[in-house]
């Protein structure tokens, strides 16, 4: 009688790294042909994908998983079909690696090339976003790199799902399954593994709250890509349109108020503040917001509550924003240096001045002139999906997309040249 043996979480790597390699040196033919089988196999097997993802949110509503959660948990028929488009707009996009950044020839003949290489295997740790599994492990794929992906309890029975339809989609143009990796039934401790996985893991990308993120920048051995929880800024100011204020306010909160780029915090020029305040007070309401406001919002909007330095401070995934009246700009940029995550801000304006001081001054991912923060976005900076916003300065910073999934190497090619 054969025992069926199960993969430890260090078989789970070794695995990733063995199939690193066929990945580092696949034909962007290949690749692109393994994401249109992903592509393909995750509407066909959609049906399966909702009935895990159904189990997931029941357990998440026993659970008392909050509605920013919630959402970002649910998937549906709408939100697979644009999974699947994702995919398959990753392979229109050039294939990073062998990519040339720069390169000379030096005095003595030798000639350097500084090219992009896949970084090799890519650890995930993330919570309740079924759709990072698709994402990263798309993105990975198309910049040869193995992924190993810790996708949270809440989201487990959906991300097995996911992962399978990977697995056999990448197999059946004849990569190796194991580019993919789950490591969610590990729990907790098979997290902690992956952070102290130097030498089989490259590079860890946190995605979530600011307690996990804090938690694999502090913990992790393994170099850490820092994404940032969203305390994002929109400053009105003086001569900003109502119009675009109203716009611009409504959609960067209310459109999806449990995403990393939603409204936080909403600055306005004193100036300004009677002329725009009332109305944009009013569409938040309607659209069921709570606001948050200084002294001076509430004596413009009476039913705002009394605002704290914590609301300023949190990310709050849900329809609550928080409102301060600001004599200039220098007070909202330096309200923005305090407070902000540096994620994402913008400024509503119709003065250049304003804006290029604002665009200078502030020190964020991104920063905007007169348009939504939810432009913030992988998908819609052209990337086809995003591994995260990176709120860090060192290797990448902003969305992160295929060219942010390599390194690169110096290649020296000389004629029995020696240093001298």
């Given at each position: 009688?054969?025992?069926?043996v199960v993969p430890t979480l260090a078989d789970r790597l070794v695995a990733a790294r063995t199939a690193s ?323 994402t801000e913008s400024i509503v304006t119709d003065d250049l001045a304003a804006a290029e001081r604002f665009v ?48 690169t190497k110096w290649i020296v090619r000389g004629q029995g040249h020696v240093r001298s």
């Amino acid at each position: 009688m054969s025992l069926t043996v199960v993969p430890t979480l260090a078989d789970r790597l070794v695995a990733a790294r063995t199939a690193s390699l066929p990945l580092a040196t696949a034909t962007t033919r290949t690749k692109d042909a393994a994401l249109r089988a992903i592509a393909a196999a995750l509407v066909a097997e959609t049906d399966a994908i909702l009935a895990a993802n159904g189990a997931d949110l029941e357990r998440g509503e026993r659970d008392a998983l909050s509605a920013g959660l919630l959402d970002r948990l649910r998937l549906d028929r709408a939100r697979v079909e644009a999974l699947a488009a994702a995919v398959e707009h990753v392979t229109q996009l050039a294939d990073p690696v062998g990519e040339t950044v720069r390169g000379s020839v030096l005095p003595n003949g030798l000639h350097l090339t500084q090219v992009r290489v896949p970084f090799g295997v890519v650890g995930a740790i993330y919570e309740a976003r079924p759709n990072v599994t698709v994402d990263i492990a798309a993105l990975a794929l198309k910049s040869g790199n193995a992924v190993v992906l810790r996708g949270g309890s809440a989201a487990s029975e959906t991300n097995a799902v996911l992962v399978d339809v990977l697995q056999t989609a990448i197999e059946s143009v004849g990569l190796p399954g194991a580019a993919v990796q789950t490591i969610d039934e590990f729990g907790r401790d098979g997290a902690t593994e992956l952070m102290r996985a130097r030498g089989l893991v490259d590079v860890l990308i946190p995605r979530g709250s600011a307690a996990l993120i804090q938690a694999v920048v502090t913990e992790a051995q393994v170099p850490v890509i820092e994404t940032g929880a969203g305390v994002v800024h929109v400053f009105l100011d003086a001569s900003a349109r109502l119009e675009w204020a109203l716009d611009i306010v409504l959609n960067s909160k209310v459109q999806r108020p449990s995403v990393c780029n939603a409204l936080e915090t909403l600055l306005v020029h004193e100036s300004a503040a009677a002329r725009l305040l009332p109305p944009i007070a009013d569409r938040l309401r309607e659209a069921g917001a709570t606001i948050r406001g200084d002294a001076a919002t509430r004596a413009l909007v009476p039913d705002a509550v009394p605002v704290t330095e914590e609301d300023y401070a949190t990310e709050s995934m849900a329809l609550d924003l928080s409102i301060r009246v600001v004599p200039d700009i220098d007070t909202a940029i330096a309200h923005i240096a305090q407070w902000s995550t540096h994620h994402t801000e913008s400024i509503v304006t119709d003065d250049l001045a304003a804006a290029e001081r604002f665009v200078a001054e502030v020190d964020s991912a991104v920063v905007a002139v007169n348009a939504s923060t939810r432009f913030t976005d992988g998908g819609e900076f052209g990337f086809g999906a995003e591994v995260g916003i990176s709120t860090q300065k060192l290797h990448a910073r902003g969305p992160m997309g295929l060219p942010e999934l390599t390194s690169t190497k110096w290649i020296v090619r000389g004629q029995g040249h020696v240093r001298s």
